[in-house]
């Protein structure tokens, strides 16, 4: 049996959401959703949510699973939004407690806030199987770009998160602290093992050079043939030097400093200090 997937696209990031829905049950999961963020004026608003939640509801789906496939650094979770309007459990890879650990200290959260998950209602061990309705899924640990990377495989569809893109334009960062490119190579592995039709859904695109459109899906036979980066049979020793190289050229992704504040925390905004209002924090030279 295979998912209905529904995909969602919001530009200013970049990114692609999921609805994966079981066709027998109505059941569905949402994967990797957006809260849109205004970084000049710090305002949130819903309207991808909102997006989500309307397809939602005209197709009587019922939300079973809110789920990330990493705490990501160029966007903000609508998950605690999604899960009051529609219900479902967040779910995160377990070692988000690793990301965690790093980042409270990077922002010198409250005393309060615990490195353990327990801001989250699941969190998912490699290997570990989950049902939608009547289908079932299967959580696989895909570090590298981050220590908490997972991908999702349920039927014939897997979904990648970040550790790998499109064809045309290759692989994630991995210089985010806990990144490993090594590490990431290894996981790409574990997808490549999979059959070569199973379909791979994008986390983000960015439109490949000479490329006009934005892409979201493609399959593991074509991403092992033709990924610019890690197919045609990449060593590991040159795909780190690669990807290292390609790093040290990079700035910083220009929302990680509000995202990862809030999606280490599921998604939540910080606590409200004592005039009642809540801030973010820009540490300086941190990153």
Not at 36 to 65: C, M, P, Q, Y
Not at 67 to 95: F, V
Not at 242 to 270: C, H
Request: with cysteine; glycine share 6%.
């Amino acid at each position: 049996m295979n998912p209905i997937v529904t995909h969602f696209f919001d530009q200013d990031t970049f990114t692609y959401s999921y609805v994966v829905a079981d066709p027998d049950t109505h059941k569905c999961a949402i994967i990797d959703s957006v809260l849109d963020f205004d970084h000049a004026s710090g305002r949130t608003s819903t309207k991808s949510a909102d997006a989500i939640i309307a397809h939602v509801k005209e197709n009587s789906l019922s939300v079973e699973w809110i789920m990330e496939t990493h705490a990501h650094a160029d966007h903000l979770s609508a998950a605690p939004y999604l899960k009051e309007k529609l219900g479902g459990k967040i779910a995160i890879g377990e070692h988000i407690k690793d990301v965690q650990k790093i980042f409270r200290d990077v922002f010198n959260f409250e005393k309060e806030f615990l490195p353990d998950g327990s801001q989250f209602d699941h969190l998912l061990k490699d290997n570990e199987t989950f049902m939608i309705g009547n289908l079932e899924g299967k959580a696989l640990h895909t570090p590298g770009h981050t220590p908490a990377c997972m991908a999702y495989v349920i039927g014939n569809a897997c979904f990648a998160g970040d550790t790998i893109f499109m064809p045309d334009f290759g692989s994630a960062r991995c210089d985010f602290p806990g990144g490993s490119a090594e590490t990431l190579y290894d996981s790409v592995q574990r997808l490549f093992a999979l059959p070569d039709d199973t379909r791979l859904f994008m986390c983000h695109d960015y439109k490949a050079p000479g490329r006009d459109h934005y892409a979201h899906e493609t399959t593991v036979g074509e991403e092992r043939e033709n990924n610019i980066h890690l197919g045609h049979g990449t060593s590991k020793e040159d795909f780190v030097k690669m990807r290292s190289t390609r790093d040290a050229e990079l700035s910083m992704p220009r929302l990680i400093l509000p995202s990862v504040q809030i999606n280490i925390r599921a998604g939540e905004k910080p606590p409200a200090e004592d005039n009642g209002m809540r801030y973010l924090k820009l540490p300086l030279d941190a990153l």
